[in-house]
């Protein structure tokens, strides 16, 4: 088994939890505008969200365009005329900041991982939400660094962005290097492209496409245990 050093980790869904976070925020901001929050709705933007964002990571259409699009949908689909998509996308990033919650679990495996390994956190998204998020989890104390695709200038899972970060952490060999993150289309096909040995956190159970094949796939952080420190 390769002897890894450096953990390049994913944020949401694999140690944030973005769902919840997502909810909090998107209930919130409707509040603000009359509308009463349902599962309905929560599963309509969720998977607005969902496609733009594909969208964004395979380049076809640009984060600003994102950012107004999804609530631009969501609007047209529940009837909600009144609302300007740039406002409203404004007041859901300042609640989706103010959120920090982390999956069961989460904590107390980056506090076994830091003992072990430089613990790097990966991530898509807004830098001053990921920041906020991050800074409200308590988790930063655990890592050795965090980049942020906005920062980073290209979003994962373009080669651009694990170049970067490579770049960034002195281009360490990748033989001693682990991405590690929920997402195929994200996570692991962008581990892939560079080079890097990637490993699918997967407690769905959900079935691989044959274009993207992760190193290793795990269903829980035990099996995640399991496999680091064999």
Known sequence: MPQYKILLMD?????????RSEGVALEHTLKDYGVTMTTEIHELYHAINGVLWK????????????????????FEAIGLSSADPAVFNERYMTMLGST????EGAEELLSELSGRFAVY??????ASVQHTRLENSGIL?????????????????????FERVLEALGNPDKRECLVIGDSLSSDIDGGNRVGIDT?????????PPAHIVPTVQV????????????
Do not use: M
């Open 11 to 19: 944020a949401d869904e694999t140690l944030l939890d973005f769902r």
């Open 219 to 230: 269903a829980s952080y035990g099996e995640l245990r399991r496999f680091l420190f064999a």
């Open 55 to 74: 969208q964004l990571e395979t380049g076809d259409i640009t984060r600003a365009h994102l950012k107004t699009e999804r609530f631009k949908r969501l």
């Open 100 to 103: 920090g919650f982390l999956l």
């Open 199 to 207: 490993c699918w956190y997967n407690p769905s159970g959900l079935l």
């Open 141 to 161: 104390p655990y890592l050795s660094g965090v980049y942020i695709s906005e920062e980073v200038g290209a979003d994962k899972p373009s080669e651009v962005f």
């Open 121 to 126: 956190l990966i991530t898509n998204g807004t």
